[in-house]
């Protein structure tokens, strides 16, 4: 499976305000997309079709509902795809004020955010979030309040598309903590 990683994506490639390290980029549908790295993180909601997510060792089948976490300098990409849709909230916590201390008290942040993109192999995917339709309609719906605010660049949208960020993250570390 080993395959030459020709791309390698920086910040300037997907954040439009080099200050702000928050973006999204919607794929309906994802279109095949060869290995690649990049130096920042991605959230990653499937919400439709199916297709395999892949790394220079494995090959993971992806279908609506899965939510994972690629880190930073991550090889990976896409292929074998079925209509997959998929919504990827890029960013760069490092240079984002996204204050996190109460969070890192759900064993869910450290699961989704830390310890599954670690141990993936290990577990051959089995330990990613998968959202009920309920639970994927809601992360949705919070996405686009990201996507609202940084589109319409509205005062105060920095401090909104955040604060709709950390909702998110929140919410999908307590549905990881409800679905072990």
């Given at each position: 499976?080993?395959?030459?990683i020709?791309?390698?994506?920086?910040?300037?490639?997907?954040?439009?305000?080099?200050?702000?390290?928050?973006?999204?980029?919607?794929?309906?549908?994802?279109?095949?997309?060869?290995?690649?790295t990049?130096?920042?993180s991605?959230l990653?909601?499937?919400?439709?079709g199916?297709g395999?997510?892949?790394?220079?060792?494995?090959?993971?089948?992806?279908?609506?509902?899965?939510?994972?976490?690629?880190?930073?300098?991550?090889?990976?990409?896409?292929?074998?795809?079925?209509?997959?849709?998929?919504?990827?909230?890029?960013?760069?916590?490092?240079?984002?004020?996204?204050?996190?201390?109460?969070?890192?008290?759900?064993?869910?942040?450290?699961?989704?955010?830390?310890?599954?993109?670690?141990?993936?192999?290990?577990h051959?995917?089995?330990s990613?979030?998968?959202?009920?339709p309920k639970?994927?309609?809601?992360?949705?719906r919070l996405?686009?309040?990201?996507?609202n605010?940084?589109?319409?660049?509205k005062?105060g949208y920095?401090?909104m598309?955040?604060?709709?960020f950390?909702?998110?993250?929140?919410f999908?570390?307590r549905?990881?903590?409800?679905?072990?």
């Amino acid at each position: 499976m080993s395959e030459e990683i020709k791309n390698h994506l920086t910040h300037s490639d997907v954040f439009p305000e080099p200050e702000y390290q928050l973006s999204i980029l919607r794929r309906s549908p994802q279109i095949p997309f060869p290995m690649h790295t990049h130096d920042f993180s991605e959230l990653v909601i499937v919400y439709g079709g199916r297709g395999a997510h892949y790394n220079s060792d494995e090959e993971y089948m992806l279908s609506s509902g899965d939510v994972f976490v690629i880190q930073g300098n991550t090889a990976h990409g896409y292929r074998q795809l079925e209509s997959l849709e998929l919504i990827n909230i890029i960013y760069d916590d490092k240079n984002l004020p996204f204050p996190k201390e109460d969070l890192m008290n759900l064993s869910g942040y450290h699961a989704l955010f830390t310890w599954e993109p670690r141990l993936r192999s290990e577990h051959n995917f089995k330990s990613r979030l998968r959202l009920s339709p309920k639970e994927l309609s809601k992360a949705i719906r919070l996405t686009a309040s990201i996507e609202n605010e940084l589109e319409g660049k509205k005062a105060g949208y920095k401090f909104m598309a955040l604060a709709a960020f950390m909702q998110l993250c929140g919410f999908l570390s307590r549905c990881y903590d409800e679905s072990k």
